[in-house]
């Protein structure tokens, strides 16, 4: 039989308990620390499945800048994002980008795209401005 204490920031809110898992054999035996239902929902989640929101950039050729930024459109497993990372690291776009656009369909096999967060225009198309 295997016991641990997993320690989480509850992030559901911004107080941020300290929730501690009491864990045997892999099974969720208590949970500890979380003064309202989210806290033990999300502890309960983080540990079985933790997900993160990936932001990064991507490189861009023939913008106003050499890079736009990026992130994921849903949250993707923890696990994969250092393999999103080289994935995404791979890519080279074309300007004009615009919000939204798919830059990385389906990352990792995930099912989750990566899309870009702003619009970047192309060189040629002069002075605009870009937020
Ligand atoms: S346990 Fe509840 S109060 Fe504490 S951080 Fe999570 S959501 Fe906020």
Known sequence: MSTETVEITCIACPVGCDVSIDVEDGEIQSIEGNTCPRGAEYAKE???NPTRILPTTARVTGGVLPRVPVKS???MPKPKLEDAMVEIAAVEVEAPVELGDV????VCDTGVDIV???DLPAAEDGPKAVE
């Open 103 to 106: 830059i990385v369909e389906n």
């Open 46 to 48: 983080e540990y079985r």
């Open 116 to 118: 870009a967060t702003r």
């Open 73 to 75: 459109a849903q949250p």
